[in-house]
């Protein structure tokens, strides 16, 4: 069963983001051939996928922890773990990077990274394009351009292209959370 | 053709709202500073709270509760 999380994902998330495609179409009829007048959506295109694909990752810890405290009758001892779960968690601030989403899961007992290689080969280029795409959402937020990111350089290709990682990598974080809460409590997310 | 309107889920609790949690055996005060969506197990609402957890106010937690563990202050 699909999590609330990836539906979420899938549904107003992906509207949000398709919006934006669209803004990026209207604007690219508009003023043939200027790339400057897209290359600013395309920033802001590059922003939002990655607080989406944050706002993702901390949906999808939200609702494990709340399903691995489900068990736990003893009221004090529940929500002690609630705050134990949440604490510090870097989902909230920080960049859905692979050390910060891999950080906060291990504090529930899952070892993220391990499970989504295992589940699908793809899943390594994916990685590699959500460390990209944090990259640029820093050098965008901070306005701080380089070599690597340089703003010239970013297309809507490519922040598509890290939106099909971020669909990707969605479905394997909710494959391999679900089947870690049924091995774990019996019962998937 | 009539459009189907879509039901509001009513919450007792809304963000900015003082309320109380269970710490250390007793009652703290507290504050939500987020709704989460139905994204609890089976869909339960979220809220995260950021409670005073000592005397120091320094001192706080932000965390996530569902709405039964949240108590009125």
């Known amino acids: 069963m699909r999590s609330a999380s990836l539906l979420k994902w899938e549904h107003e998330r992906s509207a949000q983001l398709d919006r934006i495609e669209a803004a990026h179409a209207a604007v690219a009829d508009a003023a043939k051939g200027q790339r400057w007048a897209t290359n600013q959506i395309d920033q ?14 901390r949906d999808l810890h939200s609702e494990a922890a709340d399903a691995l405290l489900r068990p736990v009758t003893a009221v004090r001892l529940r929500l002690t773990l609630a705050r134990e779960f949440s604490f510090s968690r870097k989902l909230d601030r920080g960049n859905p ?8 899961f291990a504090r529930l007992g899952i070892p993220l990274w391990a499970a989504v290689h295992a589940h699908d080969a793809r899943n390594s280029t994916r990685l590699k394009r959500l460390e990209t795409l944090c990259a640029w959402r820093n050098a965008i937020a901070h306005q701080d351009f380089s070599e690597e990111c340089d703003a010239e350089a970013l297309m809507l290709s490519l922040v598509r292209s890290w939106r099909g990682a971020c669909n990707g990598l969605a479905r394997s974080f909710d494959c391999v959370v679900g089947r870690y809460l049924a091995d774990l409590a019996g019962d998937e997310l | 053709m009539a ?26 005060p507290a504050v939500i500073t987020a709704d989460r969506g139905n994204i609890g197990y089976g869909g339960r609402r979220l809220f995260t709270v950021r409670a005073q957890v000592g005397v120091d106010p320094d001192i706080e937690m932000v965390y996530e509760l569902g709405e039964v563990d949240i108590f009125d202050a």
């Open chain 1, 97 to 104: 990077n692979p050390g910060n989403i891999g950080s906060d």
């Open chain 2, 3 to 28: 459009g189907r309107r879509k039901v509001k889920e009513v919450s007792r609790l809304k963000v900015g709202d003082h309320i109380r949690v269970e710490f250390g055996g007793g009652l703290v």
């Open chain 1, 44 to 57: 802001a295109y590059a922003m939002l996928l990655s607080s989406q694909f944050q706002g993702f990752c």
